[in-house]
């Protein structure tokens, strides 16, 4: 037996106990004629000690040799600590050593086994071994296990059946592209790695599974954007005999029982905005709100007056900064140079100081008046102590940039806090999205998303004003969940195939097997898929996926680790029938 | 809202209620003057009724034009039945329809969606989405579902974590062929699918993570023998700071609880036997000891005598067949040729009739006498009524023939009962197994496994010798599970690749990076992998692992539902910098 309590076991009320703890060595101090060790494991650090008056001499030679992330053994008696540390949770006592046993050395690691380490990323990502044994890391994937237990316990309570769907697939045009796995026994033919298993799902629902989830691997060979990686894990979800509203309530309650679960919080119902809303108030279909600084727009406030800016945009719009009237003529000129990055896009950026005097202080003072300002400040919700920040142009880009610059007021202002939780449903998407470079319109959630009833018309005359029944689940500025009603009559279907701009051979070629489907009694569906390594991120009250992820991939998907990516074999090569083309 | 209730919940103290149902029409009794439908969702089947005085004229009408599989909602009330069927949980109502939609029509599907349906299995994996409406498959899926809730609930509960390793890692030349993924980004490069996340949960143990599982898809590139699916799914597990004792009796602990939740059978502590055991008492690694039929050897009782067969033979072995002493000759001959068929490949078998009067019959009589069979009856125990079955030859070839002998005559005795659960582990495998083709030795479980303690010597003089702590958990002849204690000394590890037949170079390029963790305090660690697959079918009572999976492919590794592996487009080869050398 390597152990009989763990690092983080033992307390006062074990005092006299003997034990035996495996573990490594996270820390030795050495006085000479007594040595104390910490002993690290999973569970915790316990203090060993060895000294000159009870420990055997050979023993505290022996223990003046350890280094640190050496594996040992020990044996001894659980006793009360001199001076306790009310930090750790075994702070009140120590074990005195009677018996040491090395286990395994280790070499010198190339970073600290500690909650701050010297290590940087690439090191860190190198031994991602090493870095699992540090607390904030080995916290995360247990903090991501409790998450996923949750997730299955609450949808199977409600009668969700999980099923494992295929891997090996079939490659779709549509959308990002496929990871492709050539088939040896199938000579010239390759499988896709699934993006997701959106036609499986539909698929057991024709099958009368009504009920279905999956926690699951997809894969996107992406060129990776920070934060992104090329296997990512779903919470993939679809229900059968249900309308838009089954489906919001249903995963709304599991939200809310996570967050009770995980925080304790009790969440009230969740609010629901229009995609249009959104774009409208916030700039972005998937808002922050656990801050106001709502969007105002000034166009009927501040047009037909001297100001030209204004007179020749198309858009006008404002927020309040909630106590940056107090802002330097600097500060603010920092902040407008913040918004004419590239990253953010703005021309320049009008301000108004709303005082705590109820005055009014704004760099286009000669072109309105008190009044003017009285009404831009209502309309922006502001308050005397606000800044009120206004930017102009095109409407698109204007929303998006004064969208950025909310975020980013908010996070000067510490208003985006990591413990509190504001999730809302983002509802009612246009069905079609415009791809600027071809003209041509395109899914925006998927080919199999069902347009709003009586839009199905539109689709000709004016395919970008559509609707859609497809929502998001929004979490503190993150989209953590989308999904949509599906079209289930293959003729609807066939249908958008051809506003998708599918030839029917194409659309037979990829979809084929989803339309034959649906000849045979396909029930009316939808569902959602959730991200969780994001989903477990912000739960977890941070924003970057890659530390949930247990063996993450850099930004060109590569393991560093392991080293992946490989070369591999002309033998293997051959077997598949392939020769490399560089 | 498309249903207020399943089609499997109405009971006679619903009588008098409205009620929305939603489903498939199963079957349509057309009297003329009354219609009966059964309809059906996953939950079971419910009888609405539409007849001439109560119903709707037009709605009759409606009724008479439903084909099998429509998907229709209805509106109704719950009536008592006027002949009740005592098979079904809703026999004891109807449903007087009210209103009756028609949300989607169905095609004629090309087999029946009956429990005994008249489609073949050739036609039902084309058409994989219908016959997930028949029960025998929806309810090994749902089945499957529950099974791995529990597994799940009883590994986290004894503080497992779930942790996901990545999909996309690296080749190894190791046991079976990987499934290749061409890199795009990383051009003439390649990741590989998993054969199992063996290195990295090997990685884990090094991080610290001391109780780590994963239920997760695994990938061999393998020719299909039948009941083999190259994506097949694992319950995968390790520990650290354990020995084979703390693993065995873990996930002893995991059977008995599975065993206890899902079948409400107490178990007792689990047989061991060695693997040499094993194979003397069944010829087998992986016993069904549902049923006795030991095995007897005979060699000292049956070798120098006048029969020739016998005495040239290095083994001969028997075993009684319960209650076959009233074979006929005939029925004896047929036997014969059974085992002589090439599958078996034995040249022929002595018997011995252990008559009711206890008197013997032998084909061997004119060699030996009523004293000889009377030995030969203890050594098999037989007991009056029995037929002794006697095979010759070489040692293991004999034994593997009896052992296939063995299951045949318990198949044909109804003793391999679907719902007895036998379990044992079989412990103490050899290290190194002889490719007979080779002449080398290779890891019998796989490179990391550990020598029993002392044995290292022998791998340089006796490698088929050496025993492993490695062990099998065998269910009713199936293995399913296996494991180790694997090695965690970077030096036992560098001998074991050697003997294995890795150069240093190939053993770095391979493996250097669990060499490399293994610097830095691995601990003892060991674990072992469930094949979740024929877990879930033997927990049914089944042995056909496909009947357990959704979307399973056939021999060919084909998906005949998607048609995958398809071929792509040139484009998209192109992209990943290859060309087809076919």
Chains 1, 2 share one sequence.
């Not at 008056?53 to 003046?64: F, N, P, Q, Y």
């Not at 033919?189 to 997809?218: E, H, N």
Request: with cysteine.
């Amino acid at each position: 037996m390597y152990r009989n309590v763990t690092c983080g076991a033992l307390r006062s009320t074990d005092i006299q106990k003997e034990v035996i703890l495996s573990g490594w060595v996270h820390k030795v101090r050495d006085k000479g004629f007594v040595i104390w060790v910490d002993l690290r494991d999973r569970y915790g650090i316990t203090q060993l000690v060895f000294d000159e008056e009870r420990s055997d001499k050979s023993l505290l030679e022996k223990a003046k040799e350890l280094g640190r992330e050496t594996v040992v053994q020990i044996e001894g008696t659980v006793i009360e600590r001199a001076s306790k540390n009310p930090n750790i949770p075994t702070g009140d006592v120590e074990v005195l050593v009677s018996s040491l046993q090395i286990l395994n050395p280790s070499a010198l690691p190339p970073f600290t086994i500690e909650d701050d380490t010297d290590g940087g990323d690439d090191l860190r990502m190198k031994y991602r071994y090493l870095d699992i044994r540090r607390n904030p890391v080995k916290n995360n994937l247990i903090f991501r296990h409790k998450v996923t237990m949750e997730v299955r316990k609450y949808l199977s309570d409600q009668g969700f059946i999980e099923v494992e769907t295929p891997y090996l697939i079939k490659s779709t045009p549509e959308g990002a592209r496929d990871f492709l796995v050539p088939s040896r026994m199938n000579e010239g033919q390759f499988y896709a790695l699934p993006q997701s298993p959106q036609t499986f799902k539909q698929l057991l629902m024709v099958g009368g599974m009504d009920k279905y989830f999956q926690i699951v691997k997809c894969f996107r060979d992406e060129d990776l954007r920070a934060d992104r990686q090329p296997e990512f894990t779903q919470i993939d979800c679809e229900m059968a005999f249900v309308e838009q509203e089954d489906i919001l309530n249903t995963f709304e309650g599991l939200t809310k029982y996570l967050l009770k679960q995980i925080h304790n919080i009790d969440s009230g119902d969740f609010p629901r905005i229009t995609y249009d809303e959104a774009m409208r108030t916030y700039g972005n279909d998937k808002p922050d709100i656990r801050f106001g600084m709502k969007f105002g727009e000034l166009n009927d406030l501040a047009q037909h007056k001297e100001f030209s800016v204004f007179n020749s945009a198309e858009l006008i719009v404002g927020i309040a900064v909630p106590g940056a009237a107090s802002y330097t003529r600097k500060e603010i000129d920092k902040l407008i140079d913040w918004v004419k990055r590239p990253q953010v896009g703005a021309k320049g950026m009008v301000y108004v100081k709303y005082n705590e005097d109820g005055t009014f202080k704004s760099s286009v003072d000669k072109f309105y008046d008190t009044s003017d300002f009285a009404q831009w400040a209502e309309r922006t919700q502001a308050k005397p102590g606000d800044l009120i920040c206004v930017l102009s142009g095109n409407g698109n880009e204007t929303r998006s940039q004064l969208s950025a610059l909310r975020m980013e007021m908010a996070e000067r202002l510490g208003l985006r806090k990591p413990d509190e939780f504001a999730p809302l449903w983002v509802v009612d998407f246009p069905l079609l999205e415009l791809d600027e470079e071809t003209g041509n319109y395109h899914a925006m959630h998927h080919p199999f998303t069902s347009p709003k009833p009586g839009q199905m018309e539109l689709l000709e005359s004016d395919p970008g004003a559509v609707r859609a029944n497809a929502y998001d689940l929004v979490l503190n500025g993150n989209e953590i969940g989308g999904g949509s009603i599906r079209i289930h009559d293959k003729d609807i279907q066939a249908t958008m195939f051809k506003h998708l701009g599918f030839t029917p051979e194409e659309a037979r070629a990829q979809f084929g097997f989803l339309m034959d489907a649906f000849q045979y009694g396909a029930p009316p569906h939808g569902g959602i898929a959730f991200g969780l390594d994001r989903l477990v991120a912000i739960l977890g009250g941070q924003e970057t996926i890659r530390d949930f992820i247990a063996f993450p991939k850099n930004n060109s998907g590569r393991d560093v680790m392991i080293d992946a990516p490989a070369t591999i074999d002309e033998e293997q090569l051959k077997e598949l029938h392939l020769k490399l083309d560089l």
